[in-house]
């Protein structure tokens, strides 16, 4: 277990890509603090999988878009583990379709706090408990091409994102890596929620693998970035989307 002694905290790892992450690095070895904000029973579902195969993680119920909430995720992992090795940013949300003519300020603001601030709050407060290690955050293919219709705060979001992973990984190398994926169509309750069935098979029959993404596919690559199997890759914005779009 290459992860062994290390402490993660996967942001959203309730459900879908993140419970799939913390999974995977729990059975690397790592400690694993998960944050949710809704989704309570998919987090201690989570967390029952990982101690029920000799792991050892936590859940908190947090608001990442909130400095409080920050707080009150990093203390718990910090009292629970002693320390924090890899920060997986992936919670984050699109909220709504809609376009700019019909967008109010407050939905555009929601969206960035959402998906950008929460990754500049809960970076900035473990840097305090990180004196080496890894971050990984959770972009978007939207914010490579601008998302689909409706979609464009949070495309403005993703691609911040993007942006400031490499800005981080100026600032904080040698001793702390900073990466980026960019997921396409994964099989999740976003796409559930946001995306119509027809959309889904449309792009599946446009993808060179012909499928939709898995959790599990991110959750993979994840781990490769939290692992020193990746220690000469810092600053990249990696593209997971079945070949539907090439950067």
């Not at 905290?9 to 809704?38: H, K, P, Q």
């Not at 990754?119 to 290690?133: D, I």
């Not at 972009?139 to 981080?168: E, F, I, N």
Request: hydrophobic share 45%; aromatic share 6%; charged share 15%.
């Amino acid at each position: 277990m290459t992860l062994q002694g290390k402490t993660a905290i996967v942001t959203g790892g309730g459900r879908d890509i993140g419970r799939a992450c913390a999974v995977r690095l729990a059975a690397e070895g790592a400690n694993v603090a998960i944050s949710y904000f809704a989704s309570a029973d998919g987090a201690h579902a989570t967390v029952a999988e990982i101690t029920g195969a000799g792991g050892k993680a936590i859940a908190v119920q947090a608001d990442l878009s909130k400095a409080d909430g920050v707080a009150t995720l990093v203390a718990a992992t910090v009292k629970a583990f002693g320390s924090i090795d890899i920060l997986v940013n992936n919670s984050g949300g699109l909220i709504a379709r809609k376009s700019i003519r019909e967008m109010s300020v407050d939905h555009w603001l929601a969206v960035m706090d959402l998906n950008l601030t929460s990754v500049f709050m809960m970076t900035k407060a473990v840097l305090e408990h990180m004196k080496s290690g890894t971050i990984v955050n959770l972009a978007s293919q939207a914010g490579r091409d601008g998302g689909g219709p409706g979609a464009g705060a949070y495309a403005a979001s993703k691609g911040a994102v993007m942006t400031l992973t490499r800005g981080l990984a100026k600032e904080l190398g040698p001793d702390i890596r900073v990466n980026a994926l960019c997921p396409g169509m994964i099989d999740t309750d976003f796409h559930n929620v946001f995306t119509k069935p027809e959309v889904r098979k449309n792009v599946e029959a446009a993808t060179p693998v012909k499928r939709q993404g898995v959790p599990a596919d991110i959750a993979n690559m994840v781990y490769f970035l939290a692992s020193d199997q990746s220690s000469f890759v810092t600053g990249a914005n990696f593209d997971i989307n079945g070949g539907m779009l090439f950067s």
